[in-house]
């Protein structure tokens, strides 16, 4: 699992992409199953990537991208203090 959310964060870095995000947070949601650490780990990588592509978006992406985050958030508010104060914001 490692390698692949390794993979797909590199392809998300260079080219911000609703469905590279999406592949990220499913493979995180599958992760800890098995290794929490490992899906909050990348899940917060996720989340800082699309904070720091959210402002430099615009139109109709603006809108998926920040549903996207939104869902990332609530994927770690469980296991990650910070993410669920970030949903009240």
């Keep these: 699992m490692k390698k692949l959310l390794q993979a797909i964060y590199k392809v998300a870095q260079k080219k911000p992409d609703t469905g590279a995000f999406q592949d990220m947070l499913d493979i995180c949601r ?8 490992l899906s909050l780990k990348y899940g917060r990588l996720l989340s800082e990537e699309l904070s720091r592509v959210i402002p430099r978006t615009d139109g109709e992406l603006i809108t998926k991208l920040y549903q996207q985050h939104r869902n990332t958030l609530r994927f770690l508010a469980p296991n990650d203090f910070d993410s669920s104060l970030k949903m009240e914001v």
């Design 30 to 37: 599958e992760a800890s199953k098995t290794d929490v650490a």
